[in-house]
């Protein structure tokens, strides 16, 4: 019986030594494996809105097809009348009021050149195409010397001004008025941008007020828009637009046999040379030509 015992304690000590030594002679070198490298990258999401605490506001245009539209059109400049510190009597009034001022004292820019009247429909729309416009900027409080000649506010508008590579067509379809717009590449240092808006206003009014009354009334509004960019080298920047927008006004009176005729119109070209100057800023010359047109006829 303790023999038996004794063999077995024996073998089951040699088998743990024999493993143990094993063990121990196991080859225990560090492995490393070495990465390569990771990059990660997210979307910054984009503000429609910026600038509200500062006395400036910036409007995205391009972001505001996330926002509700009015009888199917994107208004930059309605907007702008919602914002913090800006007024409006009502929708009848294409003005906007600003720290208490008058709107005669604000000061309305498209690439510098001043508007004189710068909404259609007696305040409903505004007379810019928001596929043509890149950037709406409302300076409420400190001002510069650039942006003087107003006791109130200025709102800058600037279009797009960015070289496409490919042709683009965009628009939208509205209950009174359509527009669209065109991008066109004219080679790898210039970009064309056409953009035009028309109302039907005038084909229901007029049959309307023919059959329902003896004052027939005829109304028409219009506006186009043409950008020229030629970029010679990676600081220069030379931009060339135009603005053509017109209304149109036609009143019958079948008591008095009169018609009367009114229209008015805004006319604006400007050139703008932009390059920058390192951590200094940047150098901006400007040059336009305005002109704002009212035309009264009784017959």
Not at 47 to 64: C, D, Q, T, Y
Not at 107 to 125: D, E, R, S, V
Not at 165 to 190: D, E, F, R, Y
Request: proline share 3%; with cysteine.
């Amino acid at each position: 019986m303790y023999q038996k015992i004794t063999i077995f304690l024996l073998v089951a000590l040699n088998c743990f030594s024999s493993f143990s030594q094993s063990v121990e002679k196991k080859d225990t070198t560090d492995t490393r494996h070495t990465l390569k490298e990771v990059e990660i990258t997210a979307w910054q999401q984009r503000k429609i809105l910026s600038g509200l605490l500062s006395g400036k506001i910036k409007l995205n245009v391009a972001e505001l097809n996330t926002l509700p539209r009015f009888l199917g059109e994107t208004d930059a400049l309605r907007t702008m009348k919602l914002m913090p510190g800006v007024l409006t009597t009502g929708e009848l009034n294409s003005g906007f009021y600003v720290r208490g001022s008058e709107s005669s004292h604000n000061q309305i820019l498209l690439n510098g050149a001043p508007i004189y009247n710068a909404m259609h429909m007696l305040g409903f729309f505004s007379v810019f195409n928001s596929g043509h416009m890149n950037t709406f900027t409302l300076y409420k409080s400190h001002l510069d010397a650039s942006k003087g000649g107003r006791l109130s506010a200025t709102l800058d508008m600037q279009t797009r001004d960015t070289l496409v590579s490919k042709p683009t067509v965009s628009g939208n379809i509205g209950i009174i008025a359509s527009q669209a717009t065109v991008a066109l590449p004219l080679g790898k240092k210039v970009s064309v941008y056409l953009s035009g808006r028309k109302t039907y206003l005038g084909l229901l009014v007029k049959p309307l007020t023919t059959k329902m009354t003896d004052t027939p009334v005829d109304y028409d509004f219009e506006d186009y828009n043409a950008t020229f960019v030629f970029q010679p080298s990676e600081k220069d920047k030379v931009t060339a637009n135009f603005y053509y927008g017109s209304d149109y006004l036609d009143i019958e009176t079948g008591i008095y046999q009169t018609e009367g005729r009114i229209k008015w119109s805004n006319i604006a070209a400007s050139i703008l040379w932009n390059r920058p100057l390192g951590r200094i800023g940047e150098m901006t010359h400007t040059f336009y030509i305005t002109r704002y047109k009212n035309r009264l006829s009784i017959s």
